[in-house]
């Protein structure tokens, strides 16, 4: 059965090379992920050594904290970022009293949520751009930001979503804003994480809080809301434990048409993406929460990681095709499914890395698995596969270096002087990786 994703940034991209254009997907990334937001990249040469004195054509300080992963197009590479003020007295009093209850919880004075682009040729710093000031933010994890959602790009046009702090279209060329939205606010607990995904003119986009949970499509011509979806399945009483950060994945069948498959706590959605109707849920036994991992998919499957409570790895029907919530589970496996980081699907093999730096290659159909490996370090963000081979990228600044495979081959390993909790990005031949303090360009030699 053909599948293939679907949204609008890829319909660009198409026309762009049907009609000549420079631009291609290998030359393109605009969106959390990557052209298929699936973490694949069509370069041939990308690079396989790096070190902060090899192989970095550039290195630009991004001002801020933020863990937005860079969306590339033309000369144009954008990031969000959060600027804060200094504490006040009493601000570094909350902040205290966060740790000391042990919630993993920091509180920033003043916060500036901002647009930054850079050149991609030269590194140069283009537009830093202030979307909105809050004088207050609600406290965040300490693995988190205020600007962790991916911006996507498309159209000359930027879209940026801060959780409860709005969603902003910016005029790419002229650095202005379009216009904006912050008429959608629950109360994530430890902060904003779900990127948008667009499809058509709508911006769809995960509310996932301890207060309330609903999905959401906001128009990207105007800003306005065109629907909105309560999740509807049954979630733990505890209301800290039916909160959520995932990215939606948007899939189409030709035969069953186009899907949102939207993940929250204890459940995966599917929705239309025209309407917001539900069209079916899978429950994954009331065994997850704070679901982060965004989907992947293929063979009539879509892969889920249920992150926290007992992370689970399930692989779903998406094809509607069985009657009861439950059937449309195929397998299930539990043990070392990834609670941040999303998964690669490569053929008929699914890659990926726990958050503890347990690497695992399964079979995609049945679950079996082919190899279980412990790479040194910490993880948060999404791996990368190109050229036959997976990037892993850790919270120490470690990138290691696999080949695709059934078994497990480790050709490279490479070290940068700081933390990786955004995910990569790749436009050509040149790898863009953003650390907590700069932008990096890598290039072969």
Request: proline share 5%; hydrophobic share 35%.
């Amino acid at each position: 059965m053909k599948q293939r994703l679907i949204n609008s940034v890829g319909a660009v991209l198409a026309v762009l090379v049907l009609a000549g254009a420079s631009s291609n997907a290998a030359d393109e990334w605009p969106q959390f992920r990557g052209p298929w937001s699936n973490g694949h990249s069509d370069t041939v040469h990308l690079p396989l050594t790096w070190s902060e004195t090899e192989n970095v054509s550039w290195k630009t300080a991004i001002p801020g904290n933020g863990h937005s992963s860079p969306v590339i197009s033309g000369d144009q590479i954008w990031v969000t970022t959060a600027v804060e003020a200094k504490l006040t007295e009493e601000e570094e009093k909350r902040r205290l009293a966060a740790i000391q209850n042990s919630r993993g919880l920091e509180v920033a004075g003043s916060i500036s949520l901002r647009a930054i682009c850079v050149s991609r040729e030269t590194g140069k710093l283009l537009h830093d751009i202030e979307l909105v000031k809050v004088d207050k933010p609600e406290p965040i994890h300490s693995l988190n930001s205020y600007a962790s959602p991916t911006p996507i790009l498309e159209s000359n046009h930027l879209y940026c979503h801060f959780g409860p702090y709005g969603t902003y279209a910016i005029d790419t060329k002229s650095g202005k804003v379009v216009w904006s939205n912050a008429e959608h606010h629950v109360d994530y607990q430890n902060g904003p994480g779900a990127s948008p995904v667009l499809w058509e003119n709508h911006l769809i986009i995960n509310f996932d809080g301890i207060d309330t949970q609903y999905v959401a499509a906001i128009d990207k011509r105007d800003g306005r809301t065109a629907w909105q979806t309560k999740r509807s399945g049954k979630m733990n009483e505890k209301l800290e434990f039916q909160k959520a950060y995932c990215t939606s994945t948007i899939i189409q069948d030709e035969e069953h048409g186009t899907q949102v498959i939207s993940p929250g706590a204890d459940w995966v959605y599917s929705y239309d993406p025209a309407s917001g109707k539900e069209l079916w849920k899978a429950s994954y036994g009331m065994l997850g929460f704070s679901t982060v991992p965004q989907p992947v998919f293929g063979n009539g499957l879509v892969f889920i990681s249920t992150s926290y409570m007992r992370p689970r790895l399930l692989a779903v029907r998406y094809d509607g095709s069985r009657a009861s919530d439950d059937s449309l589970v195929e397998w299930k496996q539990d043990g070392s499914a990834p609670q941040k980081p999303s998964m690669l699907l490569i053929g008929d093999e699914l890659y990926f890395i726990n958050d503890k730096g347990i690497g695992m290659c399964l079979d995609a159909r049945t679950g079996k698995e082919y190899w279980k490996e412990r790479i040194e370090g910490n993880y948060s963000a999404s791996p990368l596969f190109a050229n036959g081979r997976i990037y892993f990228f850790s919270q120490e600044g470690k990138t290691v270096v696999i080949e695709a495979g059934r078994q497990f081959k480790r050709p490279a390993e490479n070290s940068l002087d700081s933390v990786f909790m955004a995910s990569p990005a790749v436009a050509d031949n040149s790898l863009f990786l953003r650390s907590a303090t700069h932008l990096y360009r890598i290039d072969s030699n």
